[in-house]
């Protein structure tokens, strides 16, 4: 069993910076960041691979967020640049073990219980 602990969220004004921070309890795999937006179905944010050699990102996203981890540290990050207030919702770290990277939820067995991002409009 894995656990998955996220900080970093908060309120931001549009355009600013924040961290998003994942640490998991054990080793895991491919991970992976989602969100909910309120009265929204959960969506793919960004998802790395064991290694942090490979990513992927939802289209909204790209090019404003990095995600990154360091194996060394055991944690995993999404950094989100140029915040628009569209990107509020509650974000969640998820892992699997022995999985590739997806964008696909199902394929991930651990969740966090998610960190809060707001944007004002």
């Known amino acids: 069993q894995v656990q998955l602990v996220e900080s970093g969220g908060g309120l931001v004004q549009a355009g600013g910076s924040l961290r998003l921070s994942c640490t998991p309890s054990?080793?895991?795999?491919?991970m992976a960041w989602f969100r909910q937006a309120p009265g929204k179905e959960r969506e793919f944010v960004a998802t790395i691979g064991r290694n942090g050699g490979s990513t992927s990102y939802a289209d909204s996203v790209k090019g404003r967020f990095t995600i990154s981890r360091d194996n060394a540290k055991n944690m995993v990050y999404l950094q989100m640049n140029s915040l628009k207030p569209e990107d509020t919702a509650v974000y969640y770290c998820?892992?699997?073990?022995?999985?590739?990277?997806?964008?696909?939820?199902?394929?991930?067995?651990?969740w966090g219980q998610g960190t809060q991002v707001t944007v004002p409009s």
């Open positions: 054990g080793r895991t795999d491919a």
């Open positions: 998820a892992a699997s073990i022995g999985r590739f990277m997806s964008r696909d939820s199902r394929q991930y067995e651990y």
